[in-house]
Nanobody, 121 residues
Framework: QVQLVESGGGLVQPGGSLRLSCAAS????????MGWYRQAPGKQRELVAS???????NYADSVKGRFTISRDNAKNTVYLQMNSLKPEDTATYYC???????????????WGQGTQVTVSS
């Protein structure tokens, strides 16, 4: 089995910063892309940022210049540095990974359980 566990969420004032982490563990052969999604109450889940195995990144327009995604392949971990946070960034943030399990040929998507980020004064 494969597990993705997020950490680092919390309550922060507007203009503040948070760093989210997501560690993948289990019977992992390799990890392709990893990403962060978020879902606010009453809204659809949306892509925030993604990073592929080569380190190329992609960001939602709403977070460009404020958020930075990175990964540590040795630790099977992806990070999301969030700066200049706004109230509209409030959401549950989910980690996602395209992962190949040991002994399996294809890649599958796995999700973390989510971590709450609240931006409020």
């Amino acid at each position: 089995q494969v597990q993705l566990v997020e950490s680092g969420g919390g309550l922060v004032q507007p203009g503040g910063s948070l760093r989210l982490s997501c560690a993948a563990s289990g019977s992992i052969s390799s990890i392709n892309a990893m990403g962060w999604y978020r879902q606010a109450p009453g809204k659809q889940r949306e892509l925030v940022a993604s990073i592929n195995s080569g380190g190329s990144t992609n960001y939602a327009d709403s977070v460009k210049g404020r958020f930075t995604i990175s990964r540590d392949n040795a630790k099977n971990t992806v990070y999301l540095q969030m700066n200049s946070l706004k109230p509209e960034d409030t959401a549950t943030y989910y980690c996602n990974g395209l992962i190949r399990r040991t002994g399996v040929q294809g890649y599958e998507f796995y999700w973390g359980q989510g971590t709450q980020v609240t931006v409020s004064s």
